[in-house]
């Protein structure tokens, strides 16, 4: 291997190192500020343990929709395995079922809500998947 190739490949090398550094700082400050604005919700996944994260809230044909956007995704798989989440907004809280969805549905949400190219890049590329959130009634109260 001639000298020029030698340093292209260390260029290619360091610049693949300082990509992923770039992604891993990125999310590991989303997860530790987890920015909320009026779009945001928290999430509360159980395992035995309650776990809280904050995700912003899609809206695509009137009904309620969370994104797995990025690589850290523990809860996601804790919905997964436990589908029943409590969902706050605005300081109130409800039950909800986290449903995976596919097909028709998730290009629907996929098309009413595209990653832009810079997050995309920022995030490493990740796998996107999406949750409707489909409220739960209360349970019943016996009167007393």
Do not use: C
């Not at 260390?10 to 400050?29: D, G, R, T």
């Not at 009137?62 to 605005?90: C, E, F, K």
């Amino acid at each position: 291997m001639g000298e020029l190739a030698v340093r292209v490949v260390k260029a290619l090398a360091i610049a693949l190192v300082a990509y992923a550094l770039v992604v891993v700082v990125f999310e590991s400050l989303l997860g530790y500020f987890q920015p909320q604005s009026e779009q945001t919700l928290t999430i509360t996944t159980f395992d035995g343990e309650a776990h809280d994260r904050v995700l912003t809230e899609l809206s695509s044909g009137g009904q309620s929709y969370v994104a797995v956007n990025h690589w850290p995704r523990a809860w996601y798989h804790r919905t997964l395995d436990n589908p029943n989440v409590r969902i706050t907004r605005n300081g109130e809280s409800a039950d909800y079922l986290a449903v995976p969805i596919s097909g028709e549905e998730r290009s629907q949400v996929e098309a009413d809500h595209p990653a832009g190219l810079v997050f995309r890049i920022l995030t490493g590329f990740p796998p996107r998947h999406f949750l409707r959130l489909d409220p739960q009634a209360p349970p019943a109260r016996s009167d007393e």
